[in-house]
């Protein structure tokens, strides 16, 4: 049975590579979307044997906005579903000292992922069906000194995803929040992450791919992360300036 | 940072790393390391020393022929993988271990068997071709016709000649996801060898062994036999989706299991109700290649059963000629000892040519042992039992044994040590296995 195409952007990512398996063992065409998309070849190839399916490679910059509209229109095909994995974490104490950096992290975590859902949600309203999925992360719902500026870029990231969900909830387009909590990937490696709280890759790409066809609204991939999340929001500020966490 | 094989013994201390691709992997050289797939070995074959590289990021599929049957994949495939890529299509594995969840790199490096070997082969006998980054990071490939001698060491090295990239491998084709098993009980270990010669043709078989009965009982089994099944035998239903069969579920143990869980009262409870389950139960029936080629799979994390001290693999096969009298001898040092393992499989091999492989013609056995003071030492007599029969032992799941024992075993393995001192290896591909064995 083909489905129709899911565009992954962020493909290089190993999160965006797993949701394209996850999406490619239902039978969707599949799009994959980075910067230098020529690198993602032996990607293209391993989807296509395992799965049988077609896989199509395309260039993306998620900073050039401009570029944004440009790209879409040269997909073979608007696609069914589009994720956005786009996202660094950028380092903290860099971010600090040097500003440009963090602008650096608050665009490529907010402004380019946003831009590109703009331009899709606007073709997927118009054509009147499809699914947007945006990768945004725990560490948007509450500021922490040890990553805030990552972490308020995914809350701006949450918030344009909460809002677009509202808006197109009555246009036939769905929106999906994806609050990963840690993964077991490129970005996290070296860090000592417990392993109770780190999903790999596969169950992000998995819990994606189940979302969209249920259509649900928020997931957390680790129910866990749910709970402390809950514990986490509701800390009084006066507490929780004083916490190192 | 400590790691151990599927047995959790021994717990070694190691520097991981996970190359992305192989210029990282290249940069990794400098140190000696051995390769690791999914730490399926049970001891400590894919621990380096000092350096591991784990190979899971070496795992996509590069090519399939649905003419020949051939696929190309990185080393870190899982076989897992590969039949849910194409049994829907119509392919399996040639050759699979117990357990799906091994890398092609590692059914390589350890030339891995299944239940038909008598029939097919190692793994070896599904190979076309294989990839091997070599000590100066060079990667040659190398076949029965190209580079004939690095792929017949590099098969059953032990991961010792260089690391396994990618290789060619042809899947069988069958007609269906099941499979037409027989089972036969056999009384003792004298039925049971005779009904292995009598079903020499079946394409898979293995046995189950009670070790703990005794006297006339003495390695009392149930021959399970097995074919790919047609789609014409199918009933109606199966026949309709032949590729389709369910979800299987599958249960995790949770917590490590005390360590005396698996006793001799424990386990003569449960083979006296395998047994007699199995002996009831004789005949025909069709079950999934799931259950069929991987029990334990479904009880994910099994390994925990034995308690933190995590347990033993011990596998050896005796010649053909002496395997009546060396089994009596093994399995009678097991039940006076009252050692209870789990898992006891008794296996036909065929005749088998290879530089440094485990399988020859003969009988294989396979236990498990939980990892104690006792069973090391009654590991220990069961190796002398082996080595007075011609017998060796299968390096995939030794954890214990001495170099002194390994060199009693196998000639073949001072001709390995030289070759690797030769060609600049024993430097730069060294597990901590290849140190305690003195490879």
Known sequence: MTQGPVLIIGAASDIGRATAHAFAAKGHAIQLAARNSARLAADQTDIAVRYGVSVTLHDCDALATESHAGFVDSLPELPQIAVCVVGVLGDQAQNERDIQAAVAVMRANYEGPASLLAVLANRFERRGTGTLVGISSVAGIRGRASNYVYGSAKAGFTAFLSGLRNRLAKKGVHVVTVLPGFVNTQMTAGMDLPAKLTAEPQEVGEAIARAVAKGRNIIYVRPIWQIIMLIIRHIPEAVFKKLSL | ?439
């Not at chain 2, 033993?312 to 002496?322: D, G, K, R, T, W």
């Not at chain 2, 009546?324 to 050692?339: C, P, Q, T, V, Y």
């Open chain 2, 1 to 439: 940072m400590m790691l151990s094989g599927w047995g959790r013994y021994p717990r070694l201390d190691t520097r991981l790393e996970a190359p992305r691709g192989e210029e990282a992997l290249r940069a990794l050289l400098a140190d000696p390391l051995i390769a690791r797939g999914n730490g399926r070995a049970y001891g400590d074959a894919a621990i380096g020393a000092p350096l591991t590289a784990q190979m899971r990021s070496f795992n996509r599929m590069i090519a399939f022929d649905a003419t020949s049957g051939q696929l190309v994949a990185e080393a870190g495939v899982q076989l897992a993988e590969i039949i849910s890529a194409f049994l829907p299509r119509g392919f399996f594995p040639l050759v699979t271990p117990g357990t799906k969840f091994v890398t092609l790199g590692g059914a390589i490096a350890a030339d891995v068997h299944g239940k038909n070997h008598h029939k097919d082969g190692s793994f070896a006998a599904c190979l076309d071709w294989i990839d091997v980054m070599g000590p100066d990071g060079v990667v040659t490939r190398c076949s029965r016709d190209e580079n004939a001698d690095l792929f017949a060491w590099t098969v059953g090295g032990m991961g010792l000649t260089g690391v396994i990239l990618r290789a060619a491998l042809r899947l069988r084709r069958v007609e269906s996801a099941w499979i037409r098993q027989t089972l036969l009980p056999a009384a003792n270990i004298d039925e049971a060898m005779d009904l292995f010669e009598r079903n020499d043709a079946a394409t898979y078989s293995v046995a189950w062994i009670d070790c703990l009965s005794r006297g006339a009982g003495l390695g009392r089994s149930l021959v399970m036999l097995g074919e790919h099944a047609t789609r014409a035998e199918l009933d109606l239903k199966r026949a309709a989706s032949p590729f389709d069969i369910g979800r299987r579920p599958s249960l995790a143990v949770p917590f490590d299991a005390p360590s005396g869980l698996l006793n001799s009262l424990s386990v003569r409870a449960f083979n006296e109700a395998y047994y007699w389950k199995g002996r009831s139960g004789a005949g025909e029936s069709y079950v999934n290649w799931d259950s069929y080629f991987y029990p334990l799979d479904a009880l994910l994390n099994w390994n925990r059963i034995y308690g933190r001290n995590g347990f033993a693999q011990f596998q050896c096969v005796l010649p053909l000629e002496s395997s009546a009298r060396g089994m009596r001898a093994l399995l009678e040092m097991i039940s006076n000892a009252g050692a209870g393992s789990f898992l006891a499989v008794l296996k036909r091999f065929g005749a088998q040519e290879s530089r440094f492989s485990f399988p020859m013609l003969g009988y294989t056995l396979a236990l498990d042992f939980p990892v104690n003071a006792r069973m090391l030492t009654l590991m220990d007599r069961l190796d002398r039992i082996v080595l007075e029969h011609g017998g060796r032992f299968y390096l995939a799941k030794d954890s214990r044994m001495s170099a002194a024992t390994l060199a009693a075993s196998d000639p073949r393995a001072q001709a390995f040590r030289d070759l690797r001192q030769s060609q600049s290896l024993t430097g730069r591909f060294r597990s901590a296995q290849s140190e305690r064995l003195a490879l």
